[in-house]
């Protein structure tokens, strides 16, 4: 079992930045590949952004590539990801997820295949 919770997020000016964290629980963090997707009212669940479990790999919706930075540390059962050349588009509600590794490799973007998933954190970007 795996439990995620989100910080970071916030109001921040168009070509802003904000760093999203998300603290996992449990001892099986580092056997999760991890996801950043977001979500605004009465619209899908839209991936953002994946890692795998070690770190070696990452996955960019085509629409933050370049702008939005996907990390993880392992030590501290965090996985965060830094907003650049933030846009008033940006503006949603994020949330981490949780895929296991035992199930699934590669990517990523079926947010049907994350078990675990964090409450959101709101990011607003204004013009």
């Known amino acids: 079992q795996v439990q995620l919770v989100e910080s970071g997020g916030g109001l921040v000016q168009a070509g802003g930045s904000l760093r999203l964290s998300c603290a996992a629980s449990?001892?099986?963090?580092?056997?999760?590949?991890m996801g950043w997707f977001r979500q605004a009212p009465g619209k899908e669940r839209e991936f953002v952004a994946a890692?795998?479990?070690?770190?070696?790999?990452?996955y960019y919706a085509d629409s933050v590539k370049g702008r939005f930075t996907i990390s993880r540390d392992n030590a501290k059962n965090t996985v965060y990801l830094q907003m650049n050349s933030l846009e008033p588009e940006d503006t949603d509600v994020y949330y981490c997820?949780?895929?296991?590794?035992?199930?699934?490799?590669?990517?990523?973007?079926?947010?049907?295949?994350?078990?675990?998933w964090g409450q959101g954190t709101q990011v607003t970007v204004f013009s």
């Open positions: 890692i795998s479990r070690t770190g070696g790999g990452t």
């Open positions: 449990g001892r099986t963090f580092s056997s999760h590949h």
């Open positions: 997820a949780g895929r296991s590794a035992l199930y699934y490799s590669g990517c990523c973007v079926n947010s049907r295949e994350y078990a675990y």
